[in-house]
């Protein structure tokens, strides 16, 4: 199958159909190019802020509530789109308020399959902005997505960089890793663990970016990123594990062939095993024994 990762502008809009042509325009030119699999990037949908105007846009608490207020038009838009053009799209993430969780907005991506089904995961360790400046909460729990294209995993962002994380999604063919990252250390800590789960559960990653200025947000103002896709640099995957990687902060779709063959070929006969060797490590990684030298 083919994937597509995003690197993603936020823009100010005019209106509704703005947003609506936006995002038909990105998903056909992904479809066009045969991708069956679309990343968007974890705050996303922060654009949808500025439907209610400047002053909104620019408020931390009230660019909350004004994109959770958006989501369920937003999710009818993705989720008609992926019914025409027959592709999964992870949509970019949403702060949601749920009070099924509790008073404070949680960050939730969702995933839109062709015929019609949702689901969505929420992120699970927030940011010391999250958590201190805007009082984002973590939600739900992990869920493993069986779909068409095979077993996918969802850890936004900052939880990609949690390894017990990426354990608890080792059954994922695919770990899908939207992210929104100011400054270059950012988007290199969530790459570095994007390209550290694929390594260890031995599967294809997916990373994508926000990416440009959007100065009528204090949250998402700077963006530096792009897209990639990761797997483990091991049997029938490239050397050095990179699939496909856009330019820095250029926006477009990046591209990869990924074929679920070579995952489970990598994680049953891979020049290591690191997927079934994980089980060995409680035993030994105990304290150590301190040893002075002298």
């Known amino acids: ?111 839109f399959a062709p015929g019609g089904d949702m689901g969505h995961q929420d992120k699970q360790i927030m940011t010391r902005f999250e958590r201190d400046e805007w009082n984002v909460v973590g939600g739900g729990p992990l869920h493993l997505f069986e779909t068409s294209l095979g077993r996918i995993g969802i850890l936004i962002c900052y939880d990609s960089e949690f390894p017990l994380l990426g354990r608890a999604l080792a059954d994922a063919d695919i770990l899908l890793v939207p992210s929104c990252t100011e400054a270059l250390a950012g988007y290199s800590r969530v790459r570095i663990g994007a390209r550290a789960r694929a390594l260890e559960n031995q599967c294809v990653s997916i990373m994508s970016s926000t990416v440009g200025d959007a100065r009528w947000s204090y949250a998402v103002d700077e963006n530096t990123g792009r897209g990639g896709v990761f797997g483990p640099p091991d049997t029938g995957f490239p050397s050095d594990g990179i699939i496909a990687q856009g330019v820095i902060g250029t926006p477009g779709w990046t591209f990869a062939d990924v074929d679920p063959a070579q995952i489970s070929r990598v994680r049953h006969d891979g020049v290591v095993l690191n997927r079934h060797h994980w089980d060995e490590q409680p035993a030994r990684a105990q304290a150590p024994q301190a040893v002075q030298l002298r």
């Open 1 to 111: 199958m083919k994937v597509a990762a995003a690197a993603y502008p936020l823009d100010f809009l005019a209106g509704w159909s703005d947003y609506a042509a936006k995002l038909t325009d990105w998903v056909k030119r992904a479809a066009e190019g045969g991708a069956e699999l679309l990343v968007f990037p974890e705050y996303g949908a922060m654009e949808l802020a500025t439907l209610a105007g400047a002053d909104v846009a620019g408020d931390l608490e009230r660019s909350l509530v004004a994109v959770s207020d958006r989501i369920a038009d937003a999710n009818t838009l993705h989720s008609d789109l992926a019914s025409q053009f027959k592709v999964h799209i992870l949509a970019g993430s949403a702060p949601v308020f749920d009070p099924e969780i509790g008073t404070r907005p949680v960050n939730r991506a969702r995933l």
